[in-house]
């Protein structure tokens, strides 16, 4: 191994090529080209095989980043790929999207002295090659039971559990809302960050596998939550988090002011090929304009990127805290200051200017204060600061909170926790209701893709365990 591996003292990091800025800003394709094979091995044979993998501690779904690091450098990808997929259900998903500053990567022993080692784009390099070669396989069922399980959401934390219970065997139906499968994947997070034809890659294989996908449906709306609770020995809710935070404040109601959602859904829907009113008239559309977007979070990093890729005049963020303190990742923050982004740290919008429509934002600067419990520094007004910045087109990002899921599903004995988020028993995954199960967003509140799969994988272990049980404690009564 020694010669092979280890190699982080002498073989600088190396992160794959970025494409030419002026080339992306003019479309939606991922910015980061691809490892090629030799490449990959280098990068990958920096790993230091240390005793204790840090990098796995702090992946959510505990990856054995050093195993399948040590296979891609000896070349054996097609076992570097098995590796990698025994505990991700997409890791060429993870690999693009995952902040791995703040997880495996932030934490490779390495990164002290040297830069980490480049594990993300190693398991994108790795399972993007293992779709080409043909490796990887379709999902097929132990035996097929007769059960059946009710997903509600096609986002990741439904489609992970999806893909382990089609394993199990029991017959599976996904029930979204919206007319493709991939939730946020699909319609929130923007062909730069991820192209559209990984998750559809992914779709056709989970339909390929057996799982049936129930499309334009939304329960509790049109189709009661109880007729699933009817139809399956089990249903999982992994519905994510939809009902965005308002700013208030005078105008905060013009025209020109839109949700961050509906704008990044409306884009992706244009590079998916539908057509979009909304986009045509102008509304949803930063063509031309002095884009204003408030919030420092993924959202608000979508947001302003796709603002330039649009082709705004200007894309301004303002921020209430400062580049140390925001929650999107940095890396992001980065790519978009290369793109043109200007952000205005430390600074609030008071109120919204114009008649009928916003012409500007009138901002107030801020400071940071003393931490409160939580550890989190406050943010206060600075006196006498305020000052405008022109806007004919503001998205607000300021985040996301649970819908009021008892009413929508019309099951007052759904409890939930003080934000909304369904109670859930941390180790059956079960809700208040039995045979009803949650995970993702819904239970954590606004989070990853990867701890939205670690928990839809998770969901499916403790659903299998209950119809077991469930089936055998029939079987006795018999
Ligand atoms: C703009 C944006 C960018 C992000 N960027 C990143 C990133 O770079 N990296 C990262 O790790 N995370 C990112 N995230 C967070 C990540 O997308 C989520 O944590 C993750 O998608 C949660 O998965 P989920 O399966 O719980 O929910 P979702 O992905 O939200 O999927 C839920 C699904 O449930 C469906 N649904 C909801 N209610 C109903 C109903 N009543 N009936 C039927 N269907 C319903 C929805 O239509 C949706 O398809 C981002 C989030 C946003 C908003
Ligand atoms: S899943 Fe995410 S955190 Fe885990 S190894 Fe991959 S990129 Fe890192």
Redesign the pocket.
Known sequence: MAERMLQFTHVPQKTPEKRAIGERQADFDEIYRRFDVQSAKVQSSRCSQCGIPFCSIHCPLSNNIPDWLKLTAEGRLEEAYEVSSATNTFPEICGR???QDRLCEGNCVIEKGFESVTIGAVEKFITDTAFEQGWVKPITAARELPYSVGI????????AAAEALRRFGYKVTV????DRV????I???PGF?LEKDIVLRRTKWLTDGGVEFVLN?????ATPFADLREKHNAVLI?????KARQIAGPGSGLAGIVP??EY?ITSNRMGLGDKVPHFDSGLLNAAGKKVVVIGGG??AM?CVRTAVRQGAKSVTCLYRRDRANMPG?LR?VKNAEDEGVVFDWLAAPEAFLGDEKVTGVRAIRMHLGLPDASGRQSVDPIAGSSYTVEADLVIKALG?DP?DMPL??DEPELMVTRWGTLKTDPKTFMTSLPGVFA????VRG???????IR??RDAAAMIDQYIQVSAGMAQAAE
């Open positions: 999207i995952c902040p509600v959401g096609a986002g990741p934390a439904g489609l029930y979204d809302r919206h991939g939730g946020l994947l319609y929130g997070i960050k449906a939304d329960i509790g709306g992994a519905t994510g988090v939809y961050a959602l990044l993924d959202t979508d990742s992001e996301f819908e929508a599903f995970a993702g967003d819904i606004a989070s990853l893709v990867v701890w939205a928990d839809g």
